[in-house]
């Protein structure tokens, strides 16, 4: 059976979903084909199903692409106000977590419905467990599936990235990107837990589920937020953001006492210069349990002005080496993607190939932790419908 459409759009998920809605609204017959057996699978698991939608304070500066300036044009033409103004026409209650985050304050399956309601009001046609076997261009698109061909002058690719296959994550749309000559920024785990080497693992392994406030650097860039100790290495949203900048080699370094001067208690001449008071010090600054585990492997080696003075800089920067990521299934996104050199950033149509498009995680942009990847999937999405 033959189906044509104005545009065909790959990939039910969040960018999907609003580039078919804005694609809509403008009377264009859109088709989203869903190789899942539902819609917007990584929007329900979002947030830890609450569905952290946006955040308030959206600037360029969250997203990570080899073209920082890329993304630029699509955010502010779509708004975190945008989409807000869309989740209040529904009435769904929602609150602000921290640093400007907001979730849903009943479940996910709120924003999904929403999307899908949009979908419908404007006569998007949805096709699930539609798995493409085949794209080729002609005159237009011609996506094959098992049991039906798709037709349309218009191809979008919201397909997605790597991260968490069991939810059906494939290298679809790198490959299709391939397929029409367009270059990809080679992909890698991002927003994903840290494991440590060996030596590290076994002496603070056992601590899992401490957590505490930190600063973690790598590469220039730094995040203070909450670092969680896991059962393979490190965790929690400080660990999360600088995953995305992590490379293999680099160090990471974690100021454990932000703001504090752990040693100034001992400019007193009348404090004893001792063991008991140092870790009575880290204490008040570090769980009681990682403060005597990190001063059984970095105490001073004596108690002049150099030695505290060399402590108090590796309590601000405790190096670690890790030893990789606990990968795609545990990576909240893939960053890295379609070289955003190949698209038009107003509208993310490719420069190559007239009538296709690349919206959403597949595109080298990866938002920070807390909303900003959902707001670069409904800004990118919104351009490219709007395109259509």
């Not at 698991?45 to 990570?64: A, K, P, Q």
């Not at 869309?86 to 709120?110: M, N, W």
């Not at 001063?295 to 505290?308: E, G, R, V, Y």
Request: with cysteine; charged share 20%.
């Amino acid at each position: 059976m033959t189906h044509s459409f104005d545009a065909i759009i790959l990939g039910g998920g969040a960018a999907g979903l609003m580039c078919a809605i804005e694609a809509g609204k403008r009377g264009r017959r859109v088709a989203v084909l869903e190789h899942a057996d539902r819609l917007g699978k990584k929007i329900l698991i979002s947030g830890g199903g609450r569905c952290n939608f946006t955040n308030l304070y959206c600037r360029i500066e969250n997203f990570l692409s080899s073209n920082p300036h890329f993304a630029k044009s699509a955010v502010a033409r779509y708004t975190p106000a945008d989409f807000i103004a869309l989740v209040e026409k529904y009435g769904i209650p929602y609150h602000e977590k921290t640093l400007g985050q907001l979730f849903c304050d009943r479940s996910a399956r709120d924003i999904l419905g929403m999307l899908e309601a949009e979908c419908q009001a404007n006569g998007v046609t949805i096709f699930l467990n539609t798995k493409v076997q085949e794209v080729q261009r002609t005159h237009g698109f011609v996506v094959r599936a098992q049991n039906a061909e798709f037709r349309a002058p218009a191809l979008v690719v919201a397909t997605g990235g790597l991260s968490i296959p069991k939810l059906g994550a494939t290298s679809f749309g790198y490959d299709l990107a391939r397929q029409f000559g367009l270059s990809i920024r080679e992909p890698w785990p991002g927003l994903v837990p840290l494991t440590l080497r060996p030596e590290d693992s076994s002496r603070y392994g056992d601590l899992a589920g401490v957590s505490t406030e930190v600063i973690a650097s790598c590469r220039g860039q730094q995040f203070g937020e909450k670092m969680l100790i896991t059962h393979r290495g490190l965790s929690g949203p400080a660990i999360l953001q600088i995953s995305s900048y992590w490379k293999n080699a680099h160090l990471v370094m974690i100021d454990l006492a932000p703001d504090r001067e752990l040693t100034a208690v001992f400019r007193d001449s009348k404090m004893t210069r001792d063991s008991t008071t140092l870790r009575a010090e880290l204490r008040k600054i570090l769980p009681h349990r990682f403060a005597d585990r990190w001063l059984d492997f970095h105490a001073p080696t004596s108690w002049t002005n150099h030695a505290l003075a060399d402590l108090e800089k590796r309590i601000h920067a405790w190096a670690i080496s890790p030893a990789g990521t606990e990968g795609y299934e545990k990576a909240e996104v893939t960053a890295g993607g379609v070289n955003t050199d190949e698209l038009a950033a107003k509208t993310m149509e490719s420069r190559k190939v007239p009538g296709l498009f690349f919206i959403g995680e597949v595109v080298d942009v990866t938002g920070h932790l807390g909303g900003f990847n959902f707001q670069w999937a409904w800004a990118s999405g919104a351009a490219a419908g709007r395109a259509l």
